[in-house]
């Protein structure tokens, strides 16, 4: 079973950093990972996602000011987070996809509250 496990979330000042991580179980190999927000009220959107060959694709509204890495090796992937604003506040959860083969399927993490205070 595919467990994704994230850390790092918390409550940071406006201009201020916070690093997320998200770690998965076993040895699988994700196609693409990505970091998604959800706000109180709002549906669920994409924040930035990388694929296995290291694309990467940012939502507008966070480019220039967020990064998104991970680590094969260690199945691990990460979201800097630069600049913050209050508009940042959301749940984030990590999710994780494979489009063909034995775990084929979209996995998601418990997520992670990252708070912005003005």
């Known amino acids: 079973q595919v467990q994704l496990v994230e850390s790092g979330g918390g409550l940071v000042q406006a201009g201020g950093s916070l690093r997320l991580s998200c770690a998965a179980s076993?040895?699988?190999?994700?196609?693409?990972m990505g970091w998604y927000q959800q706000a109180p009220g709002k549906q669920r959107e994409l924040v930035a996602s990388?694929?296995?060959?290291?694309?990467?694709n940012y939502a507008d509204s966070v480019k220039g000011r967020f990064t998104i890495s991970r680590d094969n090796a260690k199945n691990t992937m990460f979201l800097q987070m630069s600049s913050l604003k209050p508009e940042d506040t959301a749940v984030y959860y990590c999710?994780?996809?494979?489009?063909?083969?034995?775990?084929?399927?979209?996995?998601w993490g418990q997520g992670t509250q990252v708070t912005v205070s003005s």
């Open positions: 999710n994780a996809r494979n489009f063909i083969g034995p775990y084929t399927g979209a996995y």
């Open positions: 990388i694929s296995s060959g290291g694309s990467t």
């Open positions: 076993g040895t699988i190999s994700f196609d693409t």
